[in-house]
T-cell receptor
Framework: RKEVEQDPGPFNVPEGATVAFNCTYSNSASQSFFWYRQDCRKEPKLLMSVYSSGNEDGRFTAQLNRASQYISLLIRDSKLSDSATYLCVVPRRGDKIIFGKGTRLHILP | NAGVMQNPRHLVRRRGQEARLRCSPMKGHSHVYWYRQLPEEGLKFMVYLQKENIIDESGMPKERFSAEFPKEGPSILRIQQVVRGDSAAYFC?????????????FGDGTRLSIL
């Protein structure tokens, strides 16, 4: 299993729909995880941190499944502005973190 | 409260020249990371530095690339004798310290184009 693996997509979802995607990781010792979003040709921006079972922030919910070693990101009532690439981030030893290659999301009007 | 500052935003060099990319971390952050992103690809870790120390350079090419984070001033990523394949976006990130709970915050990046 790769250290961090994501479905590259693209996910084409109509506006207002709910979409979810997963990220699997191989290091069972990882304690915290992050979701970043990256818009085309821009820098990654921190979206959510996931430290325990999950985290919710408005329309966004991140969940952690330690037994199966994956984290998920759920977006409800999707907006056009949610179109981006979503990067899963898993810390490794020390401060080194591993970025997934990202899942591309297109919200369709 | 300024974020991570990178300059220049865009840098054009001819093959064989040197490129210097600068990064000032967020205030209070002592850890700096450099990443490279090729078009349509993911972020690739290059190097992790603390003040005056390189902690992990496992992602840095062995030749032509070097990085420093001096006691005073910004972190510098230096690419000597650039080639076309060095064209990419180079992102710098910083974090306040150790521990897995510390997310990294990114600068706007430097887009390097090699003619």
């Amino acid at each position: 299993r790769k250290e961090v693996e994501q479905d590259p997509g693209p996910f084409n979802v109509p506006e207002g729909a709910t979409v979810a995607f997963n990220c699997t990781y191989s290091n069972s010792a990882s304690q915290s995880f992050f979701w970043y979003r990256q818009d085309c040709r821009k820098e990654p921006k921190l979206l959510m941190s996931v430290y325990s079972s999950g985290n919710e922030d408005g329309r966004f919910t991140a969940q952690l499944n330690r037994a199966s070693q994956y984290i998920s990101l759920l977006i409800r009532d999707s907006k056009l502005s949610d179109s981006a690439t979503y990067l899963c981030v898993v810390p490794r030893r020390g401060d080194k973190i591993i970025f997934g290659k990202g899942t591309r999301l297109h919200i369709l009007p | 409260n300024a974020g991570v500052m990178q300059n220049p935003r865009h840098l054009v060099r001819r093959r064989g020249q040197e490129a210097r990319l600068r990064c000032s971390p967020m205030k209070g952050h002592s850890h700096v990371y450099w990443y490279r992103q090729l078009p349509e690809e993911g972020l690739k870790f290059m190097v992790y530095l603390q003040k005056e120390n390189i902690i992990d350079e496992s992602g840095m090419p062995k030749e032509r690339f070097s990085a420093e984070f001096p006691k005073e001033g910004p972190s510098i990523l230096r690419i000597q004798q650039v080639v076309r394949g060095d064209s990419a976006a180079y992102f710098c990130a910083s974090s306040p310290g150790t521990g897995q709970n510390q997310p990294q915050h990114f600068g706007d990046g430097t887009r390097l184009s090699i003619l």
